[in-house]
């Protein structure tokens, strides 16, 4: 039906059109928007869940309509709900630029949920530049409003340290408020601290009870991360994966790439009786929208689990995925066009390249930086090489991270031992010459500051594996 114009009773207000409020709640009245010059704040809930319902054009663009009208009167809900939709691009053409400008509005008219939102973009640059203080400034003041998400956030970065300094009491006391607001993922953040020992005791149980507890509210990642841990572990492999399909059942895709993973590998039973699951939980991740699917089948394809070994059927697999927008599949065809496997697949620094142009939107901009610089890594070949690299990673801390430091040590481990080198020099850990080489002195050095990690018991097996090289390179 053509949508036509009315009017509303009450003078001076914008309400949603009926034919949205239809959608969402089930009102009856004819579709349309009038144009005053406010919008009521159920208006605002009921367009926002007029876009998530996914309706035809006319009605997506009404429904921005009312949230642009209210965004604009400076109501900060709005300006953070559009800002959201266009940031993330779930229902709305991606709008990075005007989504951010929007949530900055949010922000300064005193949002909680928008501080917490820009406060976490600026600790991990995903939006905005990297600023640790401004990040938490953000949070502490959404904090301040018992915002449960940006208690959650802050109290998970005051305990596992990554970004702030630790303040362990503090954190743990924002998380328990954040669990006792209802926030289901504080529960999965804390349990995870627990699980790992993150800044606090080991304590599984504990961690145990709060997945169970997260679970109950509908939330089966903590589930998904627990059962995983117990997989791994060969710990119980009945346990795990009864565990992983409760919480793929609960929504938690990422249980079933596990299932899968773990299965394709004989962590479920052991030999054939594993890998004869892998067909049917691959299906289910597929269903659930998993994009790890298409690395673990590449993996199959690459090392010839069930099948015969072939690297250009590999590349040939993520090559199609990544053309259907598979983001996984792009970032694991690059690192593989990168580095090689030492089998059948060699180095392809130049098609790598290509790679990154042809599958960039497809990357964030942060990743479009880390992978751009692990490419730059794997081409150079002599230390008057490594050092521009090593400045340029260097000049950029909002790069790093211990995935990012692993990736430049895939790339190019003598890049990785000069960046080391550098550093360790500077803090007179090492004095020998600035070559990228693993010599004695250097793995010294090395070692010496291994041993500041947070576990440090690793340095005792090897400091040349590719997790300890990871997070040296990852402190700042």
């Known amino acids: 039906m053509k949508a036509r114009s009315t009017s509303f009773s009450k003078p001076g207000v914008m309400r949603l059109a009926p034919a949205i409020a239809v959608l969402v709640i089930g009102l009856s009245a004819a579709p349309v928007m009038a144009q005053q010059t406010m919008v009521e704040p159920e208006a605002i809930a009921a367009a926002d869940a007029a876009i998530w319902a996914k309706p035809g054009p006319a009605m997506l663009g009404e429904a921005q309509a009312v949230l642009e009208k209210a965004a604009a009167d400076g109501d900060s809900a709005a300006q953070r709900i559009l800002a959201q939709h266009l940031l993330y691009g779930w229902v709305l053409e991606k709008n990075v630029d005007k989504g951010l400008v929007l949530l900055k509005q949010a922000a300064a008219g005193g949002d909680g949920e928008a501080q917490a939102e820009l406060g976490q973009s600026y600790l991990w640059g995903t939006w905005t530049e990297t600023d640790v203080a401004r990040g938490r400034d953000l949070l502490e003041q959404a904090a301040a409003q018992k915002d449960p998400e940006a208690m959650r956030m802050l109290g998970e970065q005051l305990v596992g340290g990554w970004r702030l300094g630790r303040d362990i009491d503090r954190g743990q006391a924002l998380l328990q408020a954040a669990i006792e607001a209802g926030n289901d993922k ?6 995870k601290l627990l699980l790992y020992g993150q800044g606090v005791r080991r304590d599984r149980a504990r961690a145990l009870e709060l997945f169970e507890a997260a679970a109950v509210a509908g939330n089966g990642a903590g589930l998904a991360i627990y059962g995983e841990d117990l997989m791994w572990r060969e710990a119980d492999a009945t346990r795990a994966e009864a565990m992983l399909v409760r919480a793929g059942e609960l929504g938690a895709g990422e249980a079933w790439s596990a299932l899968a993973h773990g299965a394709m590998y004989g962590y479920l039973g052991g030999g054939r009786k594993s ?8 299906e289910k991740a597929r ?5 790890q699917v298409a690395v673990l089948e590449a993996n199959r394809s690459m090392w010839g689990i069930n099948m015969r070994a072939s690297g250009p059927r590999t590349i040939e697999g993520l090559t199609l995925a990544a053309d259907r927008g598979n983001a996984e599949a792009a970032k694991f065809l690059i690192e593989l066009l990168r580095d090689g496997n030492d089998l059948n697949l060699r180095r392809r620094p130049i098609e790598a390249q290509a790679a990154l142009e042809s599958y960039t939107k497809l990357l964030s901009d942060k990743e479009r930086a880390q992978y751009a610089l692990t490419l730059a890594a794997a081409k150079a070949r002599t230390p008057a090489a490594y050092a521009p690299v090593a400045e340029s990673f260097d000049a950029q801390p909002e790069l790093h991270s211990k995935w990012f ?6 790339a190019n481990p003598n890049v990785a031992f000069y960046i080391l080198q550098k550093r360790l020099k500077a803090e007179g850990l090492y004095r020998g010459p600035l070559n990228g080489y693993a010599t004695r002195a250097t793995l010294r050095a090395v070692y010496k500051a291994c041993r500041t990690l947070e576990k440090p018991q690793v340095c005792n097996d090897s400091v040349m594996r590719r997790d300890v090289i990871g997070a040296l390179l990852a402190r700042d």
Do not use: F, T
Request: no cysteine.
């Open 405 to 410: 430091g692993m990736e430049i040590m895939k």
């Open 287 to 291: 269903a659930a929208g998993e994009q």
């Open 275 to 282: 890998r004869a699951k892998y067909a049917g939980y691959v």
């Open 186 to 191: 504080a529960n999965v953040a804390l349990g």
